[in-house]
């Protein structure tokens, strides 16, 4: 059976000399692997449609096993992330983070439209640290394991000065600071960025400038959140991680 779907390619494994083995992210059913045969010759008519990142139409034969790729068109190619180093590597990060937090065939029409933001964003230049922050927030959600940043996790109070405590999932204020030894201090900005970034709609995400600071903070607290609840470890974050590095230097 043939199925058309709108998809963004997160993954390409290549496959003999000439084939490709590569995973669409769709709207209409989720992730989706498909072999691309002859993707690898420079004439072929799957050779740029099956390129990273690239957002498209596809039509495929849909199998109980890996689906064949049978034609499709290009919507989007992201060419600016295409032509930096940094960019390509915070897009290779997102689209290998969505490919490890889900399943085969799960529509999610919600995290598609997420990830073509994403894209769009790191395409048009918007700060990319700051896209990764909040998309990470968003996959959090996804994966059912969303810190509480709204309130203290243990007594519920909104307002005051919050430290994050890893162990607790969430903020915790200045009373309940003896729930976790370990609790990581942060400014009241770093707290209401990263309630901010839950909720930011990345199709309205203007050109937020954020002090190298407040970066640090929010990293050091992704980073660490992460490591504790999502059990990943991506070598794309590894590579990003050693780009943020080189790039202080």
């Not at 990764?132 to 000065?161: H, S, W, Y």
């Amino acid at each position: 059976m043939l199925k058309k779907v709108e998809g963004i390619v997160i993954r390409t494994v290549d496959y003999g000399e000439t084939n490709k083995i590569i995973t669409l992210y769709t709207r209409e059913t989720g992730k989706v692997g498909v072999m691309a045969r002859g993707a690898k010759k420079p004439k072929s008519r799957l050779s740029a449609v099956s390129q990273l990142f690239v957002y498209g139409q596809y039509l495929y034969r849909h199998t109980s096993g890996l689906g064949g790729l049978n034609q499709g068109e290009i919507i989007d190619s992201f060419r600016s992330i295409r032509n930096d180093l940094f960019l390509t590597s915070y897009a290779a990060y997102a689209a290998e983070l969505v490919d490890k937090l889900t399943e085969e065939q799960k529509s999610n029409p919600y995290l598609f439209e997420m990830l073509y933001q994403v894209l769009h964003a790191l395409d048009e230049e918007k700060d990319p640290e700051v896209v990764l922050f909040i998309f990470e927030l968003k996959m959090l959600r996804v994966a059912g394991i969303t810190p509480q940043l709204d309130r203290c996790v243990n007594c519920g109070l909104a307002d005051g000065k919050f430290h994050f405590s890893i162990n607790e999932g969430g903020l915790l204020c200045h009373r309940c600071l003896s729930v976790d030894p370990y609790h990581i201090p942060m400014t009241k900005r770093a707290a209401e960025l990263l309630h901010l970034f839950v909720h930011i709609d990345l199709r309205r995400l203007g050109n937020i400038s954020l002090k190298e600071e407040s970066k640090k903070e929010i990293r050091k607290i992704l980073n660490m959140y992460f490591e504790a609840y999502s059990g990943l470890n991506l070598k794309s974050k590894r590579f990003l991680d050693q780009l943020e590095r080189f790039k202080l230097e």
